[in-house]
């Protein structure tokens, strides 16, 4: 599921909706768990947000950004949260 077309489009689009928003990670979690992010949740999106837009090869920093919100929208996506409760 989570290398799904579905997936990749879907958590494209969100990341694209997100990216502007002052708190990206809580509009993340608002859209696909319909609830705020714990503080721990907040925390470990940020880093992983910090390290995934390290890690992309883009010298573009708004597309850095929205392919690492893609990247954390497709966990969300495919997290057991979404899948058995939604």
């Known amino acids: 599921m989570m290398n799904s077309e579905l ?3 879907a958590s494209r689009k ?8 002052e708190s990206p990670v809580e509009a993340a979690y608002r859209l696909v768990h319909l609830r705020p992010p714990t503080r721990r949740e907040t925390k ?7 390290r995934y837009e390290d890690a992309v090869n883009e010298p573009d920093s708004g597309e850095r950004l929205t392919r690492a919100l893609q990247a954390l929208c497709r966990v969300l996506l495919s997290s057991n949260e979404f ?4």
């Open 83 to 86: 899948i058995y409760v939604m």
């Open 44 to 50: 470990r999106s940020n880093e992983f947000l910090a």
């Open 7 to 9: 997936v990749e489009q």
């Open 14 to 21: 969100i990341a694209e909706r997100i990216a502007s928003q």
